[in-house]
């Protein structure tokens, strides 16, 4: 059953949307000029990306799988992980951490003459949801993260770079727009609500984002593919929030553990995988492998 769209332009928080604007080799330019407004202060100007293999074996066997959504490389061989996260995860900035030791690992050269030399890796994520930690910091939706030296916040090292964009926080309306930086937030927050270019973004890169993402303009297997990842997406927002809402009333009255529990329920029923409820609910992989066999 095909999906009657409503929508002018694709909703970039899909995984197709989001491919189809920043992941493919016609479209790089868009995302290049996104990373040149996102990194300007650390890079100055990116001349080039090009795309990697977006998939990461560990060391061995039993070292888990990486799968980045986009992996590239600039000029200077750095290297760029942009991840797009849609539902909130208990352990995600320790999934960002361990995701940026694949390209580290891969820097090192082979043979005794390499003196430990690193190039610069920088991760990206893109938020659908706010840190528990940082929600009361209305304002704030962009985090820049280095090492750092706790005494002096003078930074220790400046080749490892993760930037959160909290993207819910976002609020600026079209009038409130001062920066390209702003407009590409503005684009990415709220592209599937317009029904028309705004005169603001009225530039070249945005005019031609606008016509990549219109959807009268997809073929007839692109509309397919599209019509799965959105609905893919909308079901896995749908049962979160329901199961959340649902969890949280029973966890008032039960506790917070019989709360939790009552989510990974829901979601066990929803064909969720343990990974992932685990990362959503924050019990232990033993729990819900118990409530799965119970079910």
């Not at 030399?117 to 280095?146: G, H, M, P, S």
């Not at 959160?164 to 976002?170: A, D, I, N, R, T």
Request: proline share 2%; glycine share 4%; net charge negative.
């Amino acid at each position: 059953m095909s999906i009657d769209f409503k929508e002018k332009y694709i909703n970039p928080f899909t995984d197709y949307g989001f491919k189809r604007l920043f992941g493919e080799e016609p479209n790089k330019d868009l995302l290049l000029d996104f990373l040149n407004e996102l990194l300007q202060s650390e890079q100055g100007h990116i001349k080039e990306l090009t795309y990697l293999k977006s998939d990461r074996l560990g060391s061995s066997e039993e070292e888990r799988k990486a799968i980045f959504d986009l992996y590239c490389e600039n000029e200077k061989g750095e290297k760029f992980i942009v991840e797009l996260q849609k539902t909130k995860q208990k352990f995600f900035k320790d999934r960002t951490v361990y995701y940026s030791s694949f390209p580290i690992r891969e820097s090192a050269r082979r043979g005794s003459d390499w003196d430990f030399e690193l190039n610069a890796i920088y991760t990206v994520a893109i938020l659908d949801f706010v840190f528990d930690e940082d929600k009361n910091q209305e304002d704030k939706y962009l985090y820049n993260v280095k090492l750092s030296d706790i005494e002096t916040n003078k930074v220790f090292y400046d080749k490892l770079t993760f930037v959160y964009l909290e993207m819910p926080k976002f609020n600026k309306t079209i009038k409130e727009l001062k920066t390209r930086f702003d407009k590409w937030m503005y684009i990415i927050r709220n592209l599937n609500k317009l029904d028309r270019i705004p005169d603001e973004l009225r530039e070249g890169i945005f005019e031609r984002l606008f016509d990549i993402a219109e959807i009268a303009k997809f073929t007839p297997l692109e509309v397919r593919t599209y019509e799965d990842s959105l609905k893919t997406y909308r079901d896995l927002k749908n049962s979160i929030d329901t199961a959340r809402e649902e969890g949280e009333i029973k966890g008032k009255i039960e506790g917070k553990i019989e709360g939790k529990i009552e989510i990974a329920k829901k979601l066990t029923k929803k064909g969720f995988n343990i990974l992932e409820i685990v990362e959503i609910t924050g019990l232990t992989r033993e729990a819900i492998e118990k409530i799965k066999n119970e079910g």
